[in-house]
Nanobody
Framework: VQLQASGGGLVQAGGSLRLSCAASGSTFSSYGMGWFRQAPGKEREFAAA????????YYADSVKGRFTISRDNAKNTVYLQMNSLKPEDTAVYYCAATRRSITTIVGHYDYWGQGTQVTVSS
């Protein structure tokens, strides 16, 4: 499956962005989907994940209550709505697909998008 992330940009603290990840090449609804992020000099970390049909959702504690992951299987797209953004949310955000139903582990994901930069100014 090929993944294309978009929607990043520069936003002030307290603002919002919505990331999109369009999938192609396979049956999108067969994959659990996740969003990860990587700040300069840091390891890639889990942000949010959603199961095959959206019934199960996980969030990292650092984004819980501010970020919302969703998917539209008819459009082969997964979204990450990010509200109340903080400077520490600045990172490259990656979407990823897993053959597992849902997981928070980086190494469990089989396909990765190219990443989209999110920069939050203070």
């Amino acid at each position: 499956v090929q993944l294309q992330a978009s929607g990043g940009g520069l936003v002030q603290a307290g603002g919002s962005l919505r990331l999109s990840c369009a999938a192609s090449g396979s049956t999108f609804s067969s994959y659990g989907m996740g969003w990860f992020r990587q700040a300069p000099g840091k390891e890639r970390e889990f942000a949010a994940a959603i199961g095959w049909i959206g019934g199960r959702i996980y969030y990292a504690d650092s984004v819980k209550g501010r970020f919302t992951i969703s998917r539209d299987n008819a459009k082969n797209t997964v979204y990450l709505q990010m509200n109340s953004l903080k400077p520490e949310d600045t990172a490259v955000y990656y979407c990823a697909a897993t053959r597992r139903s849902i997981t928070t582990i980086v190494g469990h994901y089989d396909y990765w998008g190219q990443g989209t930069q999110v920069t939050v100014s203070s």
